[in-house]
């Protein structure tokens, strides 16, 4: 039987109505939550898949996250699913990315026939090991790291277990926080379901199926025509990492970017290979990295889909600290690894098209977790921004999420009434952003207290080595981590009593052009503003 063709107009509205499932996934979810890194900061991310595993819609949530799901799908899909099961995995060996991140696949059906896959991924505040929150600095194995879960079903055949659901729980802090967002997520995927159904309602199975294919076609093909617009040639770049949590060591990353035509290969090879700390990447997370700047280096406004990744291949180094072979500790490979993959592959590519990309960003997600070892205690967790690089047009953004991340922050308020912890400051740095013809964005300062003993984590970048200028312009200011105004590692994880202040300061983004290049009246609005303290000899009256 021929497969039905879909006009032009009926693709667009059910690729409209698709991503809005998407959405409506993701708004459930952060409306259903308890706890506040999904409700507030929504560090969470939904999309849809068809039967073959293919992603053919998401909701605008975190890229780290959307990327890295088809290998949940796909991991999920080996074990024969049936509808009416909800599997649940972080295991980043076996689809996930790292241990926080709580995934869960539901494979949907209409009428007994299978339709597809929704998809929910959380990063919770807790799920167990060797320290509060889960994000431990010094683990040298997965092990320490927190509970970890291959693919299992949390739903069979409509039906809880209560019995997984149970071991689960005692193996995390604040259990019923966890509880709730774990219904929380399952919710999120019956929604999708529903949806899904009158969907095929209102279009039937056979179109509905057409125009999975359609629109994944459709991407790909404006993915190509977009890589076709850049330059052909090989382009190269390299960057480190400010060492794993046990070695303070800086770790290489490289790649090679070719561009073919209307493809493209990356290839890490020459890259480190895997650390005894938990600045390793799961394959997958590297892979998400690398889609992340194609789409934001060609056109962001191609449809986000499987098709979007089909002219792009992607070679990785196994046992490489972009590729770990298990046991590896992970959990910092997912949150500051995948930002240095990012800026290196975005460096590649300025080597091609050096005229449309900025100087570099703050490079860091800048992760501080705060947790109690008391009781069932509490566990808190934010990643914090800072400056975006400038752009060859416009000044970088202040006090921003570069990058892999793109949550939102926890409002004072929020996290003042839910944690013992009082915030003393919070601000833009003053002169953090590079000097140039555009000025590098602001990094914050974020200054909390800890009303109890608590234990602190902290897994960061851009230390030691600042965030890069572009054509002249000058490097932004590195980031500072202090426990009571005395600086601590980029990576540590210490005991504090309470009354004790964490300081966070984050770094700028690189400035771009030439400072002498600035305009007077720009000069003189950063220093009314207060975005800088004094002027340098060498700019513009």
Not at 191 to 212: I, M, N, V
Request: glycine share 10%; proline share 7%.
């Amino acid at each position: 039987m021929t497969a039905p063709t879909l006009d032009p107009v009926e693709l667009e509205i059910v690729r409209n109505q698709l991503e809005g499932v998407a959405e409506e996934m993701g708004q459930l979810l952060v409306a259903s939550a308890y706890s506040p890194n999904i409700k507030e900061r929504r560090d969470c991310s939904t999309a849809l898949f068809d039967t073959d595993g293919r992603l053919v819609a998401q909701a605008e949530h975190i890229p780290v996250h959307l990327g890295a799901m088809p290998e949940a799908v796909s991991a999920v899909r080996q074990r024969d699913p049936k509808p009416g099961d909800v599997w649940l995995l972080n295991d980043p060996f076996a689809g996930g990315t790292h241990l926080p991140d709580l995934t869960m696949v539901s494979p949907m059906a209409v009428d007994g026939e299978r339709l597809g896959y929704a998809v929910s991924r959380a990063h919770h505040a807790d799920v167990g090991g060797m320290a509060p929150g889960s994000m431990p600095a010094g683990a040298r194995e997965i092990y320490q790291e927190g509970l970890r879960v291959p693919p299992v079903r949390i739903v069979e055949a409509g039906e809880r277990n209560e019995e997984l659901l149970s071991v689960l729980l005692a193996n995390v802090r604040n259990s019923a926080e966890r509880r709730a967002d774990l219904r929380a997520q399952i919710a999120a995927n019956e929604r999708a379901a529903e949806r899904f159904a009158a969907l095929q309602s209102d279009h039937g199975r056979d179109r509905l199926r057409a125009a999975f294919e359609a629109v994944i076609d459709y991407s790909s093909q404006r993915m190509s025509a977009a890589i076709s617009e850049l330059p052909n040639g090989t382009y190269t770049a390299a960057d480190v990492l400010e060492g794993d949590g046990i070695s303070a060591a800086d770790i290489s990353i490289k790649v090679c970017l070719t561009i073919s035509n209307d493809s493209l290969t990356v290839d890490f090879d020459g890259t480190a290979p895997q650390v005894d700390g938990n600045v390793n990447a799961p394959r997958s997370v590297t892979k998400s990295a690398v889609y992340f700047v194609v789409r934001a280096v060609t056109d962001p406004e191609i449809p986000p889909n499987h098709g979007c990744y089909r002219p792009v291949s992607v070679e990785i180094p196994t046992g490489s600290v972009l590729d770990p072979k298990p046991p590896a500790a992970v959990v910092g490979g997912n949150v500051e690894t995948s930002q240095r993959v990012t800026e290196t592959v975005l460096s590649a590519f300025a080597e091609a098209i050096p005229e449309k990309l900025p100087a570099q960003g703050q490079g860091t997600m800048n992760n501080l977790t705060i947790g109690s070892r008391d009781g069932d205690g509490f566990s808190y967790y934010e990643t914090i921004g800072g400056g975006f690089g400038a752009r060859p047009i416009a000044d970088g953004m202040d006090g921003v999420q570069v990058g892999m991340t793109n949550t939102l922050n926890t409002p004072i308020e929020a996290l003042e009434a839910e944690y013992p912890l009082r915030v003393r400051r919070y601000g833009l740095r003053p002169d953090s952003g590079g000097r140039g013809e555009y000025r590098g964005g602001l990094g914050i300062e974020r200054r909390i207290e800890v009303d109890v003993p608590a234990t602190v984590s902290l897994l960061t970048e851009r230390r030691r080595h600042a965030p890069r200028g572009t054509a002249g312009g000058e490097d932004g200011a590195t980031g500072e981590n202090l426990v009571d105004g005395e600086p601590v590692g980029a990576k540590t994880t210490i005991e504090v009593d309470a009354g004790t202040t964490v300081t966070v300061r984050t770094p700028g983004g690189g400035g771009f052009g030439p400072p002498e290049a600035r305009d007077p009246a720009a000069i003189e609005g950063d220093l009314a503003d207060g975005k800088r303290t004094e002027r340098r000899d060498d700019e513009p009256p």
